[in-house]
């Protein structure tokens, strides 16, 4: 049974409130009445536990057959899977990292109310309340530990910030942090229609990102510090929430991550980079480098570059002295998730492509 509920501070309000035109009950029925309450706001509770992800807005059309149009806000002119994680825009060719959940509440303008709360219990991390300085407008982070992984979601485009809200905050899964919007640092990029809450839910790559970023281009900004999007890699929310909903207290996101569809596997000669203290259930025992020792790390990358499995290889192991080498690629996976170009064809050969290599940079980036 799903009874997830995306704000409980709407539980009472939006769902056991009877309609004012009906009778006052006798006393046994208000007795009764109060037990239903109770029992009824116990059991959305003991639900909201079992699930380690609420929906972000009380939006909950995902979970409705044929809801899809309902929940996703598609780019202009073209179907609700533009709203969806991945490889969905310019005839698969752009990366959209996140879930863009339509607004249902609106004011007399137009403009959405929205509640926005918490997926998950965890902490602020990151508050941006200048919309000016994003394409992802104000938006928040908040960092959640499940099955022992960090794992961080983001809000974006919100309308308004929470008052009080700061980081270093916790907050509880289902708690009110803000109200979606349509906030963006290009004014009238989104409109009234396509109001909505961009939500994220990723991967930490390297906290010292904001070093890696001005040795890497120093002629560009970064404004946000480590809590820059490009540090932060995507899973599929809507994948998530789908198979919690399936499997109930079943449903591991350590698994999940772990069984990740392999894009390609790699090489890094590097033995101490952040990933590995950060996610250390992803790396694989190897007896012969735990007896030679470790020279680098072979890495299972998806089509995101999530590296979902590191195994540390011994020098006698290597076959290059290269500092990062392509191993492998799937193929099949490359032609049907290609937006990350990560990889590239050189003179009939399979390469890193520069993407690629950036990725690897910042993945084994130390100060």
Known sequence: MHLQMACPHQILTDRCRAPASRCKPRPAMRKLGRWTVFLTTALLGIAAQAESFRLPTSNHALFEPGGEERFFAPTPGKPWTTGCFGCVRSDGMQMHEGLDIKSIQHDAKGEPTDPVCATAPGTVVYINTKPGLSTFGRYIVIRHVIDGLEVYSTYAHLRSVRDGLAAGQHVDGGEVIGVM????????????????????????????????????FPDQRNDHGMWNGQNLLGLDPRDIFLLQRKHGPNFSLLDYVR?????????????????????????????????????????????????????PRAPSELKTRARFQLLSLNEAELCRNPCRKLVTRRNGKWQLADNGVHLLELLTYQP
């Open 259 to 311: 069984r990740q569809t392999e894009l390609c596997r790699v090489f890094v000669r590097a033995t101490d980079f952040p990933w590995l203290k950060r996610y250390p259930q992803l790396i694989r025992q190897n007896q012969i480098a735990q007896t030679e020792g470790v020279a680098g790390y072979e890495l299972a990358l998806n089509f995101n570059g999530i590296p979902f499995e590191l195994i």
């Open 181 to 216: 919007g349509r906030s963006s640092s290009s004014p009238g990029a989104i409109s009234k229609d396509r109001a909505h809450l961009h939500f994220e839910l990723g991967l930490l790559l390297n906290e010292h990102f904001a070093a890696w970023y001005k040795k890497t």
